[in-house]
């Protein structure tokens, strides 16, 4: 007789450990508290990405996410010199961090339907309805990685691992 290499599926085996992991599965669908921290986290670090790309004051440029921000206009860099040879919205960090950290004028909100996050500095709002400068938006990498996570962590559980800006 012919020895028989084979793989062997149980069905009873098989049945429950399907069960098993769809049952965990819905479990995560029904709390999404753990999902959207990491949501969280993944918008932070693509902000900090588009912080880190920002361009010349002089030159402006494309940044993180395929948006141009326009140059500075010469008028505000004869009013304030000490901007010239700066990036584009980094001057005292404060915007930054508060979108990407834990800190002074940071917002986030996690509730059953929707995450929130942003800051609450008095002068974001008018960088980022200016559409010269808009720092924190959707963008087609940010969408993909974030429904990625989802679906891997609808189905595994697996957290998201922070990715160091480039």
Sequence with gaps: MTDIVALSIEKKKFDKE???FFTSATDRVEDWTEAAEDIVTMVRDDVRMRFQSAPSVETGGMVWGDVYWRPLNEGYLLSRPDRRGGQILIDTGALKSSVTENTTGSYTEINETEIRIGTT?????????????PF????????????E??????????????????
Excluded at 121 to 127: G, S
Excluded at 149 to 166: D, I, N, V
Aim: proline share 7%; glycine share 2%; no cysteine.
């Design 149 to 166: 996570h989802l679906l891997s962590w609808y189905m595994t559980g697996k957290k998201y691992e922070t990715r160091r800006p480039l």
């Design 136 to 147: 924190i938006f959707w963008h087609p990498i940010l969408l993909e990685r974030i429904t």
């Design 18 to 20: 399907l069960k098993a």
């Design 121 to 133: 500095l008095p002068y974001a709002e008018e960088l980022q309805k200016d559409e010269n400068f």
